[in-house]
Structure formats: C-alpha cells, structure tokens
T-cell receptor
Framework: SAVISQKPSRDICQRGTSLTIQCQVDSQVTMMFWYRQQPGQSLTLIATANQGSEATYESGFVIDKFPISRPNLTFSTLTVSNMSPEDSSIYLC???????????FGQGTRLTVV | AQSVTQPDIHITVSEGASLELRCNYSYGATPYLFWYVQSPGQGLQLLLKYFSGDTLVQGIKGFEAEFKRSQSSFNLRKPSVHWSDAAEYFCAVGAYGGYNKLIFGAGTRLAVHP
C-alpha cells in the first residue's frame, strides 16, 4: 500500500485568498486524484492530476478555481483559489498504482474559509 | 450514468449485534466495487474490494461483502459489531474510462450502542 502525506492537515483562511495543498506519496504511482468532501457530504472527484500535463477536470470544476500541478510521479498540489465560505470542505488526495488496483487516500486537508 | 445509492443515512446497532449496510449501484458493465470507512477526523481506509471472481469478498476488521449482479448490490456485513466500528461507511464504484476514478455513495453513519 502507498503512504500518502497531505499538508496542511487543516487551515482557516480568509475569503478571497488562495491555499495550496500538497500531496506526497512514498512510492511512484500511476494515478493521482483530488476529491472534495463538503460538510456532511460524500466525496466528489475534482480532477485527475496528470504528470507533466494539465489536469483533467470533472464537470463543475475548472482550472482557474482549482489549479493542479503534478511535476513527478510522487507529488501533486491542489490550489483553491479566490476562496469563499462555500469552499469550506475536506480536500483529499488519492493515488493508485494502476488499473485493477485500489485507491488509497491521504488524511485530508480540512479547510475553513471565513 | 454511473451512480451509487446507500439508502441508509444513519444506522444504530448494539455492540455485538450483526450489521448489514446496503449499497446499490448503477453501472453498464461489470463494476469495480469498494467499501471504505472514515473515522472522525480521518481519511478513508479501504475495507474491501471486488474486481472479479468470488462474489463473497472478505475484508479487514472482520467485514465481508457480497456482490449480487442480479440485484445490482454490494452490501457490507459484519457478524458482530464492536464499539470501534462506529464511523462513516462509503460504498464506491469505479467509473467508466478509468477504473481508479471513484463514484461514491452518500455514506452511512454507523453508531454503536454499548
């Protein structure tokens, strides 16, 4: 299994600012994903982080709001831009080693926007 | 479109009682199915997965799940619940075009009475 480290674990931010969340994996993985879990809700996929190219975003999510980088096979960042209170959520990084393998999740970043 | 339904939002059981959490999915082909558990303030931990083969799947912590294609179900069971099993449980299906992209159900919150 992969060990995933997410930073920060939690943050309280002012509206209008941006926060960058880091995801570091202890081994090379094929796929990296970012999910959002709004308060009391289930998880929704934001995007697939592609190594060396632009991320693939799901319907309802755009690059300007959630820019993602993945410079190598073990690291990715998600930025939540121009935050509003509606962005208050847990953001989770997920990785898989390839097809037909399970997804592992980081501990998540609990973001509160005030 | 693929979807996952967890009909029970909250379930309360007594410690030592049996447990069954329901999950129904909508998917056009043989699905990849997962159960995850999320304890308060924690990330997601994989309990078990179904890719193919035996339809009764054994997982960690004494959990099992049975894939029933005719009912489009993947219910999670445990014969005797422990107080430490209190958590949120998510059923998920691997989405088209990327088995590792997950579509989650709404989750079932399990409370355990002593």
């Amino acid at each position: 299994s992969a060990v995933i480290s997410q930073k920060p674990s939690r943050d309280i931010c002012q509206r209008g600012t941006s926060l960058t969340i880091q995801c570091q994996v202890d081994s090379q993985v094929t796929m990296m994903f970012w999910y959002r879990q709004q308060p009391g809700q289930s998880l929704t996929l934001i995007a697939t982080a592609n190594q060396g190219s632009e991320a693939t975003y799901e319907s309802g999510f755009v690059i300007d709001k959630f820019p993602i980088s993945r410079p190598n096979l073990t690291f990715s960042t998600l930025t939540v831009s121009n935050m509003s209170p509606e962005d208050s959520s847990i953001y989770l990084c997920s990785v898989t080693a390839g097809e037909n393998t399970e997804a592992f999740f980081g501990q998540g970043t609990r973001l509160t926007v005030v | 479109a693929q979807s996952v339904t967890q009909p029970d939002i909250h379930i309360t059981v007594s410690e030592g009682a049996s447990l069954e959490l329901r999950c129904n999915y909508s998917y056009g082909a043989t699905p990849y199915l997962f159960w995850y558990v999320q304890s308060p303030g924690q990330g997601l931990q994989l309990l078990l997965k179904y890719f193919s083969g035996d339809t009764l799947v054994q997982g960690i912590k004494g959990f099992e799940a049975e894939f029933k294609r005719s009912q489009s179900s993947f219910n999670l069971r445990k014969p005797s619940v422990h107080w430490s099993d209190a958590a949120e449980y998510f059923c998920a299906v691997g989405a088209y075009g990327g088995y590792n992209k997950l579509i989650f159900g709404a989750g079932t919150r399990l409370a355990v009475h002593p």
